[in-house]
């Protein structure tokens, strides 16, 4: 193994559990099925988003997805 394999392994190894984390922090949105069906449209349009601790939570979580898949798709190409 190469030096820069082992530091992209920790690098996704630390990025899964942040990714894992800000996943369990986040609250839940849905009600269920009939919440699905019924409130759609109102949490579409009648809700504002929220702000604060969720919307960064959402921010942590996307960016920890768009690493965890960049250095999955790295380490395959560079090192397959």
């Given at each position: 193994?190469?030096?820069?394999?082992?530091?992209?392994m920790?690098?996704?190894?630390?990025?899964?559990?942040?990714?894992?984390?800000?996943?369990?922090?986040?609250?839940s949105?849905?009600?269920?099925?009939?919440?699905?069906?019924?409130?759609?449209a109102?949490?579409?349009?009648?809700?504002?988003?929220?702000?604060?601790?969720?919307?960064?939570?959402?921010?942590?979580?996307?960016?920890?997805?768009?690493?965890?898949?960049?250095?999955?798709?790295?380490?395959?190409?560079?090192?397959?």
């Amino acid at each position: 193994m190469s030096t820069l394999q082992i530091v992209l392994m920790v690098i996704l190894a630390i990025c899964s559990i942040i990714l894992i984390i800000s996943i369990l922090l986040q609250s839940s949105n849905s009600d269920g099925l009939s919440g699905s069906i019924a409130g759609g449209a109102e949490q579409l349009f009648g809700k504002k988003k929220s702000r604060g601790y969720d919307a960064l939570l959402a921010k942590i979580t996307a960016v920890a997805a768009v690493l965890f898949i960049g250095l999955s798709l790295a380490l395959v190409t560079l090192f397959n």
